[in-house]
């Protein structure tokens, strides 16, 4: 999840910014089309910069975290800006590989040729990232971006505003605009770049929004890749380590106070396990944030008071076992934990985003499975277990993003995996060699020898009718 409002597009309104848009649209397909951006020496060379850029503005960014969303120093460091190095860094040493005209086999019915795949750039693509991570699920495509060799306009979120500014001086200060753009505001921004005539839209936000943004992306057939979310399960079987299970669910759970789109929305337990999870992972609540975790230096805030308000109506009182207590004032939410609750509880009824943790139950692992099943596809999926055949089901069973079996979160942080949403939890993947796939049109060349197959040409006789069918069947 993690919004960016787009409103119902008023064309009096949007036109003085519709035709910037355009403007720099243009500016920058022909950039690219000039071939500026396709030796992979220039693209390195951007990277080179982006990477020292971070470096130069790394405590501003880590302030800025800190101020929007209250984000330790440690989880800014370790999920944003140590992220962005790392995936610069991973990203650089391989894509002069990736950027060669991969040999592919030829079919003997054309004998005598070669078949090849050129990954060539888009063009101009937009990037819109969320408030959640709102320095990362930027600048991460952003790296996509350049190393396919594409320009790229960039659209923070404008609910985390201090990071919004920084991004927005330090990609300026970096690149000329007619490369890399940023273009800070609200709706009346998004809505022109989204209607505006690009080569490919990246978007990270909720499923609502993204559906607004393929809507639009659909008026000029732009391909879109929509990073979204979903209600996210976490099964935890009765064979498993329970206090294991406790410590990597909370961390999961509460990282970045909740808001993380692959967070774990939900457990579903075994019933014969179900209380002794909820005393574990109440005492390793304690554990890493103290008695009042609002006191915690390590446990952030709620982004904005709407957020907040939509958050605190999604409690029951009389369910919550741990936590439940807020200030609106700090925007704070006290991690919660939320026991005997049913798929009818209105917990349940929407990605919670935030630290609320509903706590199901089950007897059966088959009655399990269904239940997700009858739910839209998610992001993401957890399985704690001991149990090889239990592990198999599952994940053959259930349709998901991607996930892991006794841990959360970390299969994002591969870049040998892709990741991405299925169904209403999105589509298409990034992250190492994907992004720069993602990124890229695979342009597909077959080239002819001068061995001719008169055969295949009129008049079509029934001797070359009996050979064509010899080779084709």
Sequence with gaps: MSETEVPTRTPSQDQPVAASVAEIVRAQQQFVQSGATRPVEFRLRQLERLKAAITRYEMRILEALQRDLRKPELEGYSTEVGYAYDSIGYVMKRLRQWVK??????????????????????????????????????????????SAGNAAIVKPSEFTPHVSGVIAEMLGETFDPEYIRVMEGGQEVTSALIHAP??????????QVGKIVMAAAAEHLVPVVLELGGKSPCIVDREVDLELAAQRIVWGKFLNTGQTCVAPDYVLVHESVRAELIAKMKAQITAFYGEDPQRSPDYGRIVNERHWNRLMGLLDPSKVAVGGTGEREDLYLAPTIMGNVSWEDKVMQEEIFGPILPVLEYRELDAAIRNIREHPKPLALYLFTSNSATEQKVIESVSFGGGCVNDTIMHLVSPHLPFGGVGSSGMGAYHGRYSFETFSHRKSVLKKSRINLSFIYPPYTA???????????
């Design 101 to 146: 005209p991969e040999r592919v086999r030829t079919p003997i019915t054309h004998v005598g040729s070669r078949s090849y795949i050129y990954r060539e750039p888009y063009g101009s693509t937009l990037i819109i990232g969320p408030f959640n991570y709102p320095f990362m699920l930027v600048i991460d495509p952003l790296i996509g971006a350049i």
């Design 198 to 207: 690009l080569d490919l839209i990246f978007f990270t936000g909720s499923i």
């Design 463 to 473: 001797g070359k009718l009996k050979l064509i069918r010899r080779f084709m069947k």
